[in-house]
């Protein structure tokens, strides 16, 4: 069965770049979500789209922005980048009306 | 959405079953329980999640007390590669996030 894919897999930037971190839902999902997971940390929920709506928000950053696109994948940017950005973001999908929500694979950022 | 409680860390022997509890004293009556687990730096894999009545799937069964403030995620027959980070999390309407507390380290040692 399709998964979620997140691309790329890995990014190593420098400190005040920036990144963009693409994430392609489950066929027919049309709700994505985006979590950061710091190391040693539990996944923290950053923001989510529904029918390319921003549908909730979480502890995101201001140089964080992210969008859903007509074809339901979604990209998160992020500008400025810090140290403490280097993390495992993971993007997550569901349809709606259904429970279950599926995560990608990560992107291990890393920021130097 | 509700606060969940769970063990720190849990061992289990290989071919056993595991018990995983959960209590979750605050949830609502429209909230559902959900399990992930999370093997080492992999996405969270989603397992099961159940509002009141048990639950089974080819991975697990979730057992849900009758006042519905605790919970348990049986694996009936543990293997070395259920070894994970297990999150247990109370979510409201579909659609809504899934907060992460912090799980329990399962160790399944042969």
């Known amino acids: 069965a399709a998964g979620v894919i997140q691309s790329p897999r890995h990014l190593i930037k420098e400190k005040r770049e920036t990144a963009t971190l693409k994430c392609y839902p489950i066929?027919?999902?049309?709700?994505v979500y985006w979590y950061q997971q710091g190391p040693g940390q539990d996944p923290q929920f950053l923001i989510s789209f529904y029918e390319k709506m921003q549908s909730d928000k979480g502890s995101i950053p201001d140089r964080f922005s992210a969008q859903q696109f007509s074809d339901y994948h979604s990209e998160l940017n992020m500008s400025s980048l810090e140290l403490g950005d280097s993390a495992l973001y993971f993007c997550?999908?569901?349809?709606?009306?259904?429970?279950?929500?599926?995560f990608g694979p990560g992107t291990r950022l890393t920021v130097t | 959405d509700a606060k969940t409680t769970q063990p720190t860390s849990m061992d289990c022997a290989e071919g056993r079953a595991a018990n995983l509890p959960c209590n979750h004293s605050?949830?609502?009556?429209?909230?559902?329980v959900y399990w992930y687990r999370q093997i080492h730096s992999q996405g969270p894999q989603y397992i099961i999640h159940?509002?009141?009545n048990n639950e089974t799937n080819e991975m697990a069964s979730l057992i849900i007390t009758e006042d519905r403030k605790s919970s348990t995620l049986i694996l009936p027959h543990a293997t070395l590669r259920d070894t994970a980070v297990y999150y247990c999390i109370v979510r409201g309407t579909s659609g809504s996030r899934l907060t992460f507390g912090e799980g329990t380290q399962l160790t399944v040692n042969p």
């Open positions: 159940g509002l009141k």
């Open positions: 066929p027919r999902h049309d709700t």
């Open positions: 997550a999908s569901s349809a709606a009306r259904q429970a279950d929500v599926y």
């Open positions: 605050t949830i609502s009556g429209n909230e559902y």
